[in-house]
């Protein structure tokens, strides 16, 4: 008698999910992820068909990401980076004499200003897109704001997203970098010290990061508690100017310092230890910063990168 195919993990997909069943789905993805990830280090074979098998009953990565524009619907960030940006001036440009944000009292001189370049990681919509194509009004050519936007994914969702993975793309300097409720879903603790890392690496001197990430990491955590991600944020060169949290995400606006010092390595940030006991810990969230990661030893350099472009 053929064996009995077991019952889905969730209801099978219809509509777009309701608020809970968008957290269910996206807690047992990384769940189930983190696990197949460990499988594979340890080469169980068994293991590894087995959660594939329940990835597939799920839905996969193609529900993962709409539950997760559901979730992002309810707390939008890029009206939040947008609102930012409207406060210091950027969304109408950077001045090109010294890298400063625009001035929002001389909108109008726009051939003094350079479009801000934006970077989103992990792009789930096209916000941000949609906020630098926009025009100032039905009948204008003019777009509303000076913003240059590359959005990326792993797995895009969208033909405006590309797809890409931002931990082995080629070296390259942006104004601002958006990278909300990613580093959550990188399923190993070096690659996140590796996300971290590049931020510093991939944003210009005095260019901005916006973080996000869920509370749970930082707060059942055996491994990472906001006091210690907050120490790995400062150790890559970033400087927190401001935080702010809702009851399941917190919230990061990083900066790169203009003349910032060369990052000072320290060896401890490189090993997982044990900060919280206790059954209220359960959270498996660490993060890795190994040295070759926080110096950018395997990126390209950009004036690299520029010379290979001529040489084409």
């Known amino acids: 008698m053929p064996r009995k195919r077991p019952a889905p993990l969730v209801p099978p997909p219809t509509k777009l999910p309701s608020r809970k069943r968008a957290r269910k789905v996206t807690t047992l993805f990384?769940?189930?992820?983190?696990?197949?990830?460990?499988?594979?280090?340890?080469?169980?074979?068994?293991?590894?068909e087995k959660l594939n098998e329940q990835?597939?009953?799920?839905?996969?990565?193609?529900?993962?990401?709409?539950?997760?524009?559901?979730?992002?619907s309810f707390h939008s960030t890029s009206k939040w980076v947008l609102g930012h940006l409207s406060r210091n001036g950027w969304l109408y440009g950077i001045r090109e004499e010294d890298g400063s944000s625009a001035s929002t009292r001389n909108r109008s001189k726009t051939q003094q200003r350079r479009p801000t370049q934006i970077l989103e990681v992990g792009a789930i919509n096209?916000?941000?897109?949609d906020a630098a194509e926009a025009k100032q009004d039905d009948n204008s050519s003019t777009t509303k704001y000076r913003l240059k936007v590359r959005a990326i994914d792993l797995h895009s969702m969208h033909p405006q997203i590309e797809q890409a993975d931002f931990l082995t793309m080629d070296h390259e300097l942006f104004d601002v970098i958006v990278c909300s409720m990613v580093i959550n879903c990188i399923t190993t603790p070096t690659q996140r010290g590796e996300l971290l890392a590049r931020l510093y690496h991939f944003v210009r001197p005095g260019g901005l990061v916006f973080l996000t990430l869920p509370k749970t990491c930082l707060q059942l955590s055996r491994y990472i508690d906001a006091s210690y991600f907050e120490k790995l944020i400062k150790a890559v060169g970033l400087e927190i100017v401001e935080t702010k949290s809702s009851p399941k995400i917190a919230f990061y606006i990083c900066q790169r310092k203009i003349g910032s010092s060369s990052i000072k390595y320290d060896p401890k940030l490189s090993q997982v230890r044990v900060l919280h006991h206790g059954r209220k810990f359960r959270n498996d969230f660490a993060v890795l910063l190994t040295q070759e990661s926080a110096m950018g030893s395997s990126l390209i350099p950009v004036s690299d990168l520029k010379a290979k472009d001529d040489d084409k």
């Open 55 to 72: 990835l597939e009953q799920m839905g996969g990565r193609k529900e993962y990401q709409r539950a997760s524009q559901v979730n992002t």
């Open 30 to 48: 990384h769940k189930l992820t983190c696990q197949r990830d460990e499988a594979v280090a340890r080469n169980d074979v068994q293991a590894i």
């Open 126 to 129: 096209t916000e941000l897109l």
